[in-house]
C-alpha cells in the first residue's frame, strides 16, 4: 500500500462548504493533479483532484487488502460534511486480469488504485458542495479550514472571470492503426466458436484496441464535459494518474496528465445499506437513421435469438454470482436501452443481501460478469488472453468509488480510452456465441468506438 494510513498518528479531517455551481470545465482545471471525474445518471457528479492518501493493491487478495486499507483511512476522522454526496470517498478502479502487464499504454496504471483526493467538488441535488481532505498526522481543523477557505476564493473567481468560457475543439485525427487486422480477427472469432461448440466455452468476449494519433493534445477537461452532454444515461468517468502534482488549488498544472476516460452505459453494481443494484447489459444493435428504422431495429434486436441468448447467459451469472450473498434477488423485465451510437439488451437486477457486506466484496464476486468476460469465467479469461494482441489493462474492469460504510458504485469501463497528449488507445468488444460472424461482430466493434472517435474527431 502506498501510502500506508495505519499509522496511529495519522487521522482524516474532512471540511465542506457550500459554493455556488462552477462550470464543469473551471472544476475540472481549478483542482490539483491527479484529477478524478465520476458521474452515474442518478448519482451526483464528483470533480477531484489531489491525493490525501492512495491505495494500491496487486494479487489474488487485491480487493481484500484495499478494504483493510481503506478501513485505516476512515478509522480515525473528524468529517464536516454538508450533505452525504459529499463525505471522504476514495474512487479508482482495478485492472480486468489479476497480473495485469504494464505495458503501453498502461504503465501508469497497477492492478489496483484508489484516492482520496484532497479536494472534492460534488453536485447533488441539493446543491454544489466543495470539500478538502487531509489525511496527517499533523493536519487540523484549522489548517483544513484555511484550505478550504481559500479554494472557495479560486472557484468564486474562476466562476466570475469567464476564463473558460470557450470551449477548445476537438483535437482532430493524424492517423488511426488497429491492434488487429480483419483476418486477425476472423481467425479469433472463429477459434472461439470452435471452442464453443465443442463444448468448452459457452460465451466469451473479445475486444480490440485502436490506437489514434492526433493532430494536437486532447482537451480532457473539454472531452469528457462532450461525452456528458452527448451520453447522459451512461456513466462519465476520467482518471489520471500522474503523481500528485505540488500544484496548489489556486493554479493548474501546464499540461494533463495520462487519463482513463469513457462514458460507460453500464453499471457493474452499486450498494446501498444490504440493497444492492446491477444490470445486465449485453446485445447489440446500432441506431436508426429515422425513429421508424430506430423502432425496427429495436424490435429485431428484443427478438433475435442469438442477441437474446447472449443477454440471458448474462443474466443467469449475475443471480448465481449474487447468490450466495443475497436474501433476495429479482430481475426486471428485458427491454432495450437506447443510446447514442448503439441499441443494448438491458435487464435491472435488484437484490437484498442476507447481511453486511462491503461493496468491494460485490464488485470481487460480479466481475467479470459475462458481459464482458465470458462463461464459463476461467476458460474466458484464458481464451482471451490467448487471442487478443495488447493488454487490456483497465478496459472493461471496474472503475468506481466507495465511502467508509462500504456503500458504493462501480460500472464496467468500456466505450473508454487512454488519453496522452496527442496520443488516444480506444476500446471495444463483442459476445461471441456458437453462431457468432465475424464480419457482422468486426462492425459491432466499430460502432461501440463512435463515442470516443466521434470526440476525437474535428468538426
Known amino acids: 500500500m502506498d501510502p500506508s494510513p495505519a499509522a496511529d498518528a495519522v487521522r482524516l479531517v474532512s471540511r465542506t462548504r457550500r459554493i455556488d455551481r462552477p462550470a464543469f470545465r473551471a472544476a475540472f482545471e481549478a483542482v490539483p493533479r491527479p484529477r478524478t471525474v465520476w458521474g452515474a445518471p442518478t448519482e451526483a457528479t464528483v470533480v477531484a483532484g489531489g491525493s490525501a492518501a492512495t491505495l494500491t493493491a496487486s494479487g489474488p487478495d487485491r480487493f481484500a487488502s484495499l478494504r483493510e486499507a481503506a478501513a485505516d483511512v476512515f478509522s480515525s476522522g473528524d468529517v464536516h460534511a454538508g450533505t452525504e454526496a459529499a463525505c471522504p470517498r476514495l474512487f479508482g478502479g482495478f485492472a480486468f486480469h489479476e497480473a495485469a502487464t504494464d505495458g503501453d499504454p498502461w504503465g501508469s496504471f497497477p492492478e489496483a488504485r484508489f484516492v482520496l483526493p484532497r479536494v472534492q467538488v460534488t453536485e447533488a441535488e441539493n446543491g454544489t458542495w466543495l470539500t478538502v481532505n487531509a489525511l496527517d498526522p499533523d493536519a487540523t481543523a484549522v489548517d483544513v479550514e484555511e484550505r478550504l477557505d481559500r479554494a472557495v476564493e479560486t472557484f ?134 429515422t425513429p421508424e428504422e430506430d423502432e425496427w431495429l429495436a424490435a429485431e434486436l428484443a427478438a433475435d435469438a442469438k442477441n437474446v441468448h447472449e443477454h440471458d447467459l448474462v443474466v443467469e451469472a449475475i443471480r448465481e454470482q449474487l447468490s450466495p450473498m443475497a436474501a433476495s434477488i429479482a430481475a426486471g423485465d428485458r427491454r432495450v436501452k437506447r443510446l447514442a451510437t448503439v441499441q443494448h439488451l438491458h435487464t435491472p437486477i435488484t437484490a437484498e443481501l442476507e447481511g453486511n457486506a462491503h461493496v468491494l466484496s460485490l464488485v470481487e464476486a460480479l466481475h467479470p460478469t459475462p458481459a464482458v468476460g465470458g462463461l464459463p469465467p476461467a476458460a474466458a479469461l ?52 456458437a453462431d457468432s460472424d465475424a464480419e457482422t461482430e468486426w462492425d459491432e466493434i466499430q460502432l461501440k468506438y463512435r463515442p470516443i472517435l466521434d470526440e476525437l474527431e474535428a468538426g
Open 382 to 433: 484464458s481464451t482471451i488472453r490467448e487471442t487478443e494482441p495488447f493488454d487490456r489493462g483497465w478496459y472493461a474492469a471496474p472503475i468506481g468509488w466507495f465511502d467508509a460504510a462500504g456503500n458504493g458504485t462501480f460500472a464496467v469501463g468500456i466505450r473508454s480510452a487512454v488519453a496522452e497528449g496527442d496520443r488516444a488507445t480506444l476500446f471495444a468488444g463483442v459476445g461471441i456465441v
Open 156 to 289: 468564486d473567481r474562476l466562476r466570475r472571470s469567464g476564463e473558460l468560457d470557450r470551449r477548445p475543439d476537438r483535437p482532430g485525427i493524424a492517423g488511426l492503426r488497429p491492434t488487429t487486422s480483419r483476418e486477425e480477427w476472423r481467425l479469433g472469432v472463429e477459434s472461439a466458436t470452435d471452442r464453443i461448440r465443442e463444448g468448452e466455452l459457452d460465451k466469451v468476449v473479445l475486444a480490440q484496441a485502436l490506437s489514434a494519433d492526433l493532430r494536437r493534445d486532447i482537451p480532457l477537461a473539454a472531452t469528457l464535459e462532450r461525452l456528458r452532454e452527448t451520453h447522459p444515461n451512461c456513466y462519465p468517468f476520467l482518471i489520471e494518474t500522474d503523481s500528485d502534482s505540488d500544484t496548489n488549488v489556486d493554479s493548474s498544472p501546464d499540461s494533463d496528465g495520462t487519463a482513463f476516460l469513457g462514458a460507460t452505459p453500464e453499471r457493474l453494481v452499486s450498494l446501498r445499506g444490504r440493497t444492492v443494484e446491477t444490470d445486465a447489459l449485453a446485445g447489440t444493435t446500432g441506431r436508426g437513421e
